[in-house]
């Protein structure tokens, strides 16, 4: 966070209300850099990560030029456009507008696909101030006559990349050219890519560029590790550290899973469920109605787990997700940077633990090109050195087949067992940590498919499994 706090900045009385009331007294340093700017008028081209407060950052000055220059809301039109790539995203940065911006008194709404349109063409009819919109539900509403974008006075594209990323570029460029050239135009992206750059050139004028972290850096306050495991461990892998993370975290603190796909994170889901922890799987099969039920249950703490493709990632803004686990590597190495921010949102600490396959080797080596860091090493029950060392030789690895995630169909044989742990932690305060070499003369220890049943499911005599006791000789 930054030196200055909201009040230092020029926004309208109402917002430093709302803001107040939201307990925010010093803008992250997007905000801090980001609001003057847009209050000055300029175009902007903001390079921030996920979790570093961007929307407030422009929707605080976008509320601004409302309270300040109110303008009234005309039959189907709209004046502020805020594009997202995911309905979830949508809903989230809907309810930062209609947060802060809390007596001004705009008419704030949003359109997406997967929902019906009748509700979204009703709210559409009167006009709106504030409008934050998928790109494929905007253009199938504007082609059928229900929205009129010919007086759009601002245009945000939010998480731009991921936009790029979706296939959305002529999509937006349609868009583009159907609201005015004379207009405010603000551009936020977690990456620069060259298609950004190009994009942004395309559309912004002479804007103002802001780079909150290096292309690619991940939040410095997550403590990210690497787990080398074969496919067929993976599950097991999963549930240790689910169990692990769950006795030694407070009953708030949510775990959120990563699956390529959509079959994965289900059938994750439902395994974690009969295991008697409270799991769901968020991912693009789901009704909207759904996804939003289950994300409002995850906020709530009633789903602890939640097991989510890449599709979900982005709008998953959830205070308390103290771990985060990528059971099958992203395609994209962008991507990697968005789930693992999912934790240590707005300044907490978090975990991001990353499984790696004998043929995610090519993904991890991307992923660490892109955040310029090696990932350390995690040791556990079940880790692959022939995996680490074909990582570390450099030796050539090929990229999976797209859609080839979900991990192992292999019946859970009962141990849980994984005294994970950051190598070379040495253990002392980290329940769970084993440095690697400990045991075992420096061996990773071999699978025992015939350890006792772990967890919290209770061993016959009673008593807690041995990973819950204590770590005689680690
Ligand atoms: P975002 O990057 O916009 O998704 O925001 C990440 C999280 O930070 C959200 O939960 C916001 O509510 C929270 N947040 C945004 N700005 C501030 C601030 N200035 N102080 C404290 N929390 C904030």
Redesign the pocket.
Known sequence: ?SEIT?QDLALADPIQRA?KA???????P??AKAIPVLLEGHDLLAC??????????FALPVLDGFARNPRKPFRRGVRCLILTPTRELAV??TE?FK?YGEGLGLKVGMVFGGVSEKPQIKALYGGLDILVATVGRLLDLKQQGHIDISQVDTFILDEADRMLDMGFIRDIQKIAVAIPQQRHTLLFSATMAPEITKLANGLLHNPKEIRIAPQGTTAEKIDQHILFVKKADKQNLLLDLIQEHQANANNQELSLVFSRTKHGAKNLARKLCSLGIEADSLHGNKSQNARQKTLDLYKKGEVRVLVATDVAARGI???NITLVINFDLPMESDAYVHRIGRTA???TSGKALSFCSEDEVALLRQVEKLIKRTVPVYSHEYHAAQIEHHHTSGAPAQKPKQGGGGGNRRPRSGGSNSRGGPRGSGGSGNRGARPQGASGGGKPKPQNENRPTGGFQKAANGQRSNRSRGRSGR
């Open positions: 966070m909201f803001l939201k307990g925010y007294t010093t803008p992250s997007i905000q921030a990560q996920t979790g570093t407060g961007k929307t407030a950052a989230q940065v930062s947060t803004d959830v205070k949102r707005a300044g």
